[in-house]
């Protein structure tokens, strides 16, 4: 059984950075497909970002333009969202998801294939 544990969420202005963290235990980090998806206040959730092995493949949802990166630190089994040049329609609770799967294609962006979720953090942006 996975356990994923959000941290790093809150108030804060256009424009500024925040950076999210997702804790990952009960199994081994390594085989596990990491990703973030928001859900903004009326809306579904979307895929934000996602990142495999070492940083070697890390992938983020088009519409962002970059802004926001994934990255894994394996020795603390620890997931990254940095988030920047934030919007106040960033504004969302925001997940991150685990799957064991030995390939990456475009499942990463569907909410539904990851088996492991945490219980979310709060990001709001003012403008």
């Known amino acids: 059984q996975v356990q994923l544990l959000e941290s790093g969420g809150g108030l804060v202005q256009a424009g500024d950075s925040l950076r999210l963290s997702c804790a990952h235990s009960?199994?081994?980090?390594?085989?596990?497909?990491m990703a973030w998806f928001r859900q903004p206040p009326g809306k579904d959730r979307e895929f934000v970002a996602a990142?495999?092995?070492?940083?070697?493949?890390?992938y983020s949802s088009e519409y962002l333009k970059g802004r926001f990166i994934a990255s894994r630190d394996k020795a603390k089994s620890t997931v990254y969202l940095q988030m920047n040049s934030l919007k106040p329609e960033d504004t969302a609770v925001y997940y991150c998801?685990?799957?064991?799967?030995?390939?990456?294609?475009?499942?990463?962006?569907?909410?539904?294939?990851?088996?492991?979720w945490g219980q979310g953090t709060q990001v709001t942006v003012s403008s």
């Open positions: 998801a685990a799957k064991e799967r030995g390939y990456i294609d475009d499942w990463i962006r569907r909410a539904n294939e990851y088996d492991y």
């Open positions: 009960g199994r081994s980090f390594s085989n596990d497909v």
């Open positions: 990142v495999w092995y070492d940083n070697a493949l890390r």
